[in-house]
């Protein structure tokens, strides 16, 4: 732990009690421009870590094993148009698929395309055989 993290900086912690770690930091900074648009940017968190709790510890995030990831590089502002890109596909009811590692245990993959589902057929507008009913 550094000096600035002893001097009382704020730190968002992320807690994950899977074996599988997130695929991208952008969570953390997104906690951080939460935490900021409700209480103010004096309250903006500096830094983030990962608890893993099947270790017990923090999750080292960087190859040279530090623990603590600062959050600065992403602003508000970024975070802000991530949500109202994610806002949009909601209101309009799109939903496309990013494929990864998250299809084995995803709610609609028994309808999705890329996870093979059996029933994509019947939802998956990129599947061969799908035919839009017509009313």
Known sequence: MT???RGG???VLDLK???MMPEDLVQLATYAAMVETRYGPEYRP???AIYSGRK???TPIFKDGAELMPLGHLPTSVIS???ADYWALISTGRYPARPGRHCSWCDVRSACVWAKGPQAWLYDSS???YRKETA
Request: glycine share 20%; proline share 5%.
């Open 56 to 58: 017990g510890r923090l």
């Open 81 to 83: 148009g991530r949500v």
């Open 46 to 48: 500096a830094l983030g």
């Open 127 to 129: 599947h061969p055989f």
């Open 17 to 19: 009690f899977g074996s």
């Open 9 to 11: 900086a704020l730190v």
């Open 3 to 5: 000096d600035a993290t």
